[in-house]
């Protein structure tokens, strides 16, 4: 259960990064979905299911006025990657979730700063609802006062889901993810992860499957 304490914490660490790339090694074979069925609620009340959990914590999410010019929508998208596949194009801080008849829903993202940016082609090793952070080696390095673990929550910088990507099998240790700083979505900024806003990570988590292809560029 989440108390006071940890949500004064998480109020705290707004500004700070959220990729989490620590090694996970091979892995054997794709993990099912990361979610509870059911999400404690804050003050010992009845558990929340998670659509209640999503209605609420969607409400105490930071959020941010968006330019409607960069806002998600569906495009005229030709490629020659199959539907389904999800293509990021760092230049243009934007995400391509590939439909049929030459259409993509375009959404806007956050992505790494210079000399953090990752590049390839991946798969959708496991998906997380409202998943814990845990700071990198780096960060904690830098912030030894932070803690190890956090748990997911409306304040957390990993947002409301988050899709972790593998190369070969193998952890690339980068992620598509939410985020607590919706105001830098369009931005260069991030450990390399890919930010979105959560209501549009959560559109792409329904509709990506664990295995789809992941190509960033």
Not at 95 to 124: C, E, F, I, S
């Amino acid at each position: 259960m989440r108390t006071p304490a940890t949500a004064l914490l998480l109020s705290a660490l707004l500004p700070l990064g959220a990729c989490n790339p620590r090694t996970t090694g091979i892995a054997t074979a794709p993990a099912a979905v990361q979610v509870a069925a059911v999400t404690p609620a804050p003050g010992g009340a009845a558990p929340m299911d998670p659509v209640a959990r999503d209605k609420a914590w969607m409400k105490l999410a930071p959020t941010a006025v968006v330019d409607p010019k960069i806002a998600r929508t569906t495009v005229d998208y030709p490629t020659r990657e199959a539907p389904g596949t999800v293509i990021v194009v760092t230049k243009e801080r934007r995400l391509y979730y590939v439909l049929a008849d030459g259409k993509a829903v375009r959404y806007p993202v956050a992505v790494g700063h210079a000399g953090m940016a990752w590049a390839g082609t991946a798969n959708v090793d496991r998906k997380g609802e409202w998943p814990d952070w845990n700071p990198p080696p780096e960060m904690l390095a830098r912030r030894p006062d932070l803690p190890k673990r956090l748990e997911g929550g409306p304040t957390s910088p990993i947002g409301a889901r988050a899709l972790y990507l593998a190369e070969g099998r193998k952890d690339t240790l980068f992620r598509i993810h939410g985020t607590n700083e919706p105001e830098k979505i369009g931005q260069a900024v991030s450990s390399g992860c890919i930010r979105m806003l959560n209501d549009d990570v959560v559109d792409l988590y329904d509709r990506v499957p664990i295995g789809a292809k992941v190509v960033v560029r």
